[in-house]
């Protein structure tokens, strides 16, 4: 943690190589992040990018208070998320990702398989929101319950039970397809 | 509701042991016995959609990504060059 608080110092004050490792530290996380809260592999490239333009951005507000640079990074990834998604919702119909319309969807237990990316997308989309995005924190941005309660502002208890339904939802989900 | 509570917090222990630690399945399943057939189906869900979500951008993508953010650097850069060498005169 001293580490990376240094390091975040560093890109504080310009330091290009500083936020090029922090950038490589968090990129790949949070592009699952929003692949998971999105169901787009596309538009979630874009979207990653655009997270890491708008920290180098603002990095020089960001105040170190113990919690990972990571959780900051992921708070701006879903307010770009809850702003996108409000759109969209504003479109009539979303058009499913091409890689999703094609995927394979047999009525086989998921501990009988193997589940690949799209097979979960499909699934994902029975979630609650609120189910998706603590799924997509905890699995795909690899945050610790803490953290991710951090990011959504709930207490602990609440993120567990919501992990909880949402695996359990999860499952009856990718059975049933 | 405090055994929902509790039972919240046995499945998030053996996650954290499964998917961070890399322990098993079955080694999390000893530690609760009395809770193992209602853990079972729900790690081995947590553990599909862990590998499942573990996609990597494609690498055209990453190269451009790179690029851009480098350029966003370097604009940076030359910004604060130009207002240091205006704040000298």
Redesign the interface.
């Known amino acids: 943690m001293q580490d990376e608080e240094s390091l975040v110092r560093r890109a504080q004050q310009r330091d290009q190589e500083a936020f090029a490792q922090l950038y490589e530290e968090n990129f790949d996380k949070i592009y699952r992040y929003v692949v998971l809260r999105i169901g787009n592999k596309t538009e979630a490239e874009d979207m990653t990018q655009q997270v890491f333009l708008n920290a180098l951005k603002s990095i020089s507000s960001f105040k170190w208070k113990g919690v990972p640079f990571s959780a900051w990074l992921f708070r701006i990834a879903r307010n770009q998320v809850v702003d996108y998604l409000r759109k969209k919702a504003k479109q009539a119909t979303a058009p499913l990702d091409e890689s999703l319309a094609s995927s394979d969807s047999r009525p086989e237990l998921v501990a009988e398989r193997s589940l690949d990316i799209e097979q979960l997308l499909l699934a994902t989309k029975q979630l609650t929101t609120a189910q998706r995005e603590v799924i997509s924190l905890r699995f795909a941005g690899e945050l610790s319950i803490a953290q991710v309660a951090k990011v959504v502002g709930k207490s602990q208890g609440a993120v567990k039970a919501l992990q909880h339904s949402a695996i359990v939802a999860l499952r009856k989900a990718l059975s049933v397809e | 509701m405090r055994k ?2 509790e ?3 046995i ?2 222990e053996c ?2 042991r499964l ?1 961070v630690k890399g322990e098993t399945v079955e080694q999390c399943l000893k530690s609760y016995p009395e809770q193992a057939d209602e853990l079972k ?2 790690l ?3 553990l ?11 690498p055209e ?2 190269v451009r ?2 690029y ?3 350029s ?3 604009e ?2 030359s910004k ?1 060059t130009i207002g240091k060498g205006g704040d000298n005169m």
Do not use: G, N, V, Y
């Not at chain 2, 959609?49 to 996609?55: D, R």
């Open positions: 929902s509570r039972f919240d917090t499945l998030d996650l954290e998917l189906p729900l081995q869900t947590a599909a959609t862990k590998k499942a979500s573990a996609i990597q951008p494609c993508f990453k990504a790179r851009q953010l480098h966003a650097l370097q940076m850069k604060k």
